[in-house]
């Protein structure tokens, strides 16, 4: 391993340094990530949601957040669960998928459902009785609507993958580590692309021939042997040549061995393996520092290799017993085991040594003691040593297992809490064994009903005794068809109390259990009671019974017309004007009834409303009915909708005006003149009297309030078009106007007959009549269009600030994902610099670009080997120097999104430091930016005081003295002094 690091970093040498480079480009990369952002479209949300690979849930809190509803499921997540959309929607999550408790997704969710923010469930094992386990991980968001959206993956075959990829890259390394010979690989042309072995024994410096080709570096002597090699290898031969060569240490003797690299069938280069056999002297010295690296490996790794002999006296363990026990390991050997082994697991271990011993393999798990007595959960895997045919020796492994105990037990715990639940939830739970007739019921099946929990037996007979004879019959039916097909079923049955009552019971049930022959053995299920719905149901029908005689008890004409224009319903008012009873008139159209002409007209305007859901009221006409009188008509059309909102028809509200048109012809011509012209205008023109009682209204008033001509002749007052909570302000514009004050329009909230409301905008002036106040005149104007301009620009704009707010919010998760060990790390550095700033005296719109900076600067850590960040020890030099590199990758990232300030310049310049000993580019006090400046003293602070991998907290004094020390050679000093500052005052400390 050591060899490949040098090779590679050989290899790297020849490249212009990355603070070269970042100076040169401004801190610029080659590459970006793109964000990308989800249009809130439906239609697009739509497609996402049908097509991504990752499986999306969406859940409604029920019961207190205790549990939740499925609202969505897409076809990913059908995938992924093996289960159809439609099983799973409108059920409960525990019900559906039992395992999501022992998998953490229902805390998660309570806990998002409860504070807003987002979360992260890292790769954990499902497992239920259809899914023998698989691994998952979840993102957990709440919508503005309150529901909760899981995103998810099966990951399992990616753990496999990682795993087997693990294993493999250590074996690798492993074998690389401890061979002697020089191993080189070729590309397909002949280039020299990697090497691993001792630089001393090269023909050349890796600088001169890395990704030159070897006829042009090397000997011809050995050009001709490896030209014949590659031949052979690219007809899938592996070859082996000596050769000979004057290396810096002098003339060396090679055997080399090259095997072509085949992938997917095609020769894509080859390995070259050269043993140097210049004396026999160099095997044996080979073999023992293989030897040394094999005990190297041995010593170094985190789990205990020991040896016992057959009286179980430890022989040899390895030196990380001391980090298990405490113990020296001087004090181990020669010693026997027993004394380290817990006293409640000595018994049955002695008898698996005892095993062991008689040639019965087998793994062991037991409790350690340490040197402190604390207690150690161990796995030990044991292979007997045979001499002469009987075992000398025990050779073992142990590992630590004390975290995964505590998992187990821990999810004891959880199997009891989820029992307890159970017992504690209003719905009761039932488990029915379908062969013995036995069912088993929750508390709540009892108490629902007024008995004292299991008062009544635990079998299926007792529940059928308790529902009404009526219900049993269609209920059985239910359940047997469920039995025989395999799908739930639900229904609804009335169960006797125990004080007698009924009351009205939602059972619901499933087939989770069946035989080897496909038949089912057992249901679980439920029981709610939905007694307060049902009475509900019932007072619901009441209602329309009452709404029923009301509509024939009024003597407007009022008829539901459908899209065709066919009446679907008439009161009598309307079918005695039509000459017909009510029976006879439903069915029928216009047609019917009208001329061709009018007919249409009523059509049309059916249509119309339809189409716009908008209603057409004050409509006034003429008309000539089927008992051949011509009638003057007012006609109010609203919208007819079904329960989604959806056009259906009209609600045709008919009025006979014929009366009050005579009267209306009646009218002077004057008024008739000035009707016609303020009816000519698109505003609403209106009078009153000296009491605010309206005494002419222009017929867009009528339309866009919903009253009438006769509402108004009736003493209609203004102020019955204005909502109550701005009726005391209108009173005053009115009193100011009658004074003589002018002053710009005044606006209200205008209210229709039906209740709708909007904006308006009132002119008037009062109305005198020598010198008494005889009424107003004015104009009202429907501002609505205006406002929701308006309200649309604002939201328009609070959008951008969350949809920017929630980027930042994402980006900083998505580095928290890749780095669990910092988890929080960059919210706290935000929360930190953001009171430095202030404390500062920067402006807000600073402030802001800097707790937005904050809250990302490490975004760039997603480049980054995760095996890096999460490293318990101390990082090599390669290791830190892609740590390094994390500051440019932020800019990267950064750089092309408009944050409205040098977000991405501030990510790359936060570990930079006054005297030019930062990074990525060695800038010093004047070249690097205020906020950066800032950043660099809040990231140090929180970085020392929280604990990492590679140790623990260093705590927050250590940190504030770290800052002190280097105020002014490292850090900023105004930025340290505001530091201290909020912290000496204790007006700041981390979460």
């Known amino acids: 391993m050591a060899a490949k690091d040098k090779g590679k970093g050989a290899k790297n040498s020849k490249k212009a ?26 239609t697009r949300y739509s497609e996402l949601f049908n097509h991504m690979s990752s499986g999306v849930t969406v859940y409604e809190a029920v019961d207190d957040g205790e549990d939740f509803i499925i609202k969505d499921f897409n076809p990913a997540a059908e995938k992924i669960e093996r289960i159809s959309r439609d099983e799973v929607l409108g059920r409960r999550v525990t019900e559906v998928f039992p395992g999501v408790k022992d998998l953490g997704l229902l805390e998660v969710l309570q806990k998002v459902w409860r504070s807003g923010e987002p979360e992260y469930l890292p790769d954990s094992i499902y497992r239920d009785s259809h899914d023998p386990g698989s691994w998952r991980e979840h993102w957990v968001y709440r919508m503005q609507s309150g529901e909760v959206v899981s995103i998810y993956n099966d990951v399992t075959e990616r753990r496999l993958a990682e795993h087997s990829l693990r294993q493999s890259e ?7 580590s401890a061979m002697t010979e020089l191993v080189f690989v070729f590309d397909d042309e002949g280039r020299y692309v990697s090497y691993h072995g001792a630089s001393q024994e090269l023909y050349a410096d890796p ?8 006829s042009d570096i090397m000997p011809p002597h050995f050009n001709e042997l490896a030209a014949d090699a ?19 240490i002098g003339l060396q003797h090679y055997s080399a061995t090259m095997s072509p690299i085949i992938v997917d069938g095609k020769y894509t280069g080859s390995v070259v393996v050269a043993r140097n056999v210049t004396e026999s002297r160099l095997s044996l010295e080979a073999l023992s520092a293989s030897e040394e690296k094999f005990r190297t490996l041995v010593e170094n790794i985190n789990d205990v290799m020991y040896t016992l002999d057959a009286d179980g006296r430890i022989l040899y363990a390895s030196p990380a017993v001391e980090r298990y026990t405490k113990y020296k390991i001087a004090e181990l050997i020669g010693q026997s085991f027993m004394p380290l082994i817990h006293p409640d697991d000595l018994a049955g271990l002695i008898g698996s040594f005892d095993r062991l011993l008689s040639g019965q393999l087998e793994p062991w798990e037991f409790r350690v003691l340490d040197k402190d007595g604390r207690v150690i959960w161990v796995r030990s895997s044991s292979r007997p040593v045979y001499k002469e045919g009987k075992i000398v020796e025990i050779n073992a492994l142990m590992t630590d297992i004390t975290e995964h105990k505590q998992t187990e037990f821990a999810l004891r715990e959880s199997d009891e809490r989820l029992k307890l639940t159970l017992e504690a939830v209003n719905e009761g739970v039932f488990d029915w064994s379908i062969p013995e007739n036995k069912a088993v019921y929750s508390p709540s099946n009892y108490t629902m009903l007024g008995y004292q929990p299991y008062e009544f037996p635990q079998d299926s007979q007792a529940w059928k005794g308790l529902v009404n004879a009526d219900d049993v019959e269609e209920a059985e039916r239910l359940i047997l068809d469920h039995i025989e097909s395999g799908e739930g079923y639900s229904v609804e049955v009335r169960m006797r109390t125990k004080s007698g009552e009924w009351r009205w019971i939602l059972v619901r049930g499933r087939v989770v259990e069946k035989d080897a022959g496909g038949k089912a053995v057992r249901i679980v299920g439920t029981h709610s009671d939905i007694t307060s719905r049902k009475q509900a149901e019932q007072l619901l029908s009441r209602q329309r019974e009452e709404y029923r005689i009301i509509l024939d008890s009024v003597p407007l004409m009022i008829a539901y017309v459908d899209k065709n224009g066919r009446i679907i319903r008439i009161n009598n008012a309307g079918a005695n004007a039509l000459g017909m009873p009510p029976k006879e008139v439903v069915g029928k159209t216009f047609h019917d009834f009208f001329s061709h002409d009018q007919a249409a007209l009523f059509q049309e305007r059916n249509r119309k409303v339809m189409d ?13 009915l089927p008992t051949g009188k011509a009638t003057w008509i007012q006609a109010d059309i609203v919208p007819y909708l079904d329960g989604k909102g959806n056009s259906i028809g009209s609600i045709f509200v008919v009025m006979d005006i014929t009366d009050r048109k005579a009267a209306e012809e009646a009218l002077q011509e004057g008024e008739e003149r000035f009707r016609n012209m303020a009816n000519l205008l698109p505003q609403t023109i209106f009078e009153t009297d000296e009491k605010g009682n309206f005494t002419f209204v222009s017929s867009l008033g009528y339309q866009t309030f919903g009253y009438t001509e006769a509402d108004v002749a009736a003493g209609m007052h203004v102020l019955q078009t204005i909502i109550p909570e701005d009726r005391a302000r209108a009173v005053e514009s009115i009193r100011r106007r009658i004074s003589g004050e002018q002053f710009p329009p005044n606006e209200y909230t205008a209210i229709t007959r039906d209740g709708r409301t909007f904006p308006v905008a009132i002119y008037a002036s009062a109305i005198f009549r020598g010198n008494t106040y005889a009424g107003m005149r004015g104009m009202l104007i429907d501002i609505t269009e205006r406002k929701q301009m308006e309200q649309n620009l604002k939201e328009s704009i609070e959008r951008l600030h969350k949809t920017l707010s929630d980027a930042v919010v994402t980006m900083g998760a998505i580095v928290e994902m890749k780095d669990p060990y910092t988890a929080g790390h960059q919210l706290q550095v935000a929360r930190l610099a953001t009171a430095i700033a202030q404390e500062m005296g920067l402006p807000e719109a600073q402030v802001n670009i800097m707790r937005i900076a904050a809250a990302i600067h490490d975004i760039g850590k997603i480049y980054v080997p995760s095996d890096i960040l999460a490293k318990p020890g101390k990082l090599g030099a390669l290791e830190v120097s892609i740590i390094r590199t994390h500051a440019q990758g932020s800019y990267d990232i950064l750089k092309n999104i408009d944050f409205g300030g040098p977000v991405a310049q501030i990510a790359l310049q936060h570990h930079e430091r006054l005297d030019g000993s930062g990074y990525p580019q060695g800038l010093k006090e004047g070249e690097i930016m205020l906020e950066a400046k800032i950043l660099a003293v809040a990231d140090v602070v929180e970085a020392m005081a929280s604990h990492r991998p590679y140790r623990p907290s260093l705590g927050i004094d250590n940190a504030l003295e770290e800052i002190k020390q280097n105020r002014g050679k490292l850090y900023y000093p105004a930025a340290v002094d505001a530091c201290l500052k909020i912290f000496n005052e204790n007006r700041f400390q981390f979460e």
Do not use: W
């Open 170 to 176: 250590v074996r690798m390394n492993s074998i690389l």
């Open 230 to 248: 590659i031949a052979r290898n690219r007809a899938g031969e592996a070859c082996r040549f000596d050769y000979s060569l004057q290396v810096p």
């Open 17 to 42: 340094p990355a603070k070269k480079t970042a100076r040169k480009k401004g801190g610029a990369g080659n590459t970006a990530p793109q964000l990308v952002f989800i249009s809130t479209d439906e």
């Open 207 to 214: 600088d001169v021939f890395m990704g030159k080709k070897y």
């Open 612 to 624: 716009t859901k908008m209603p057409l009221i004050g409509r006034v006409f003429q008309v000539l």
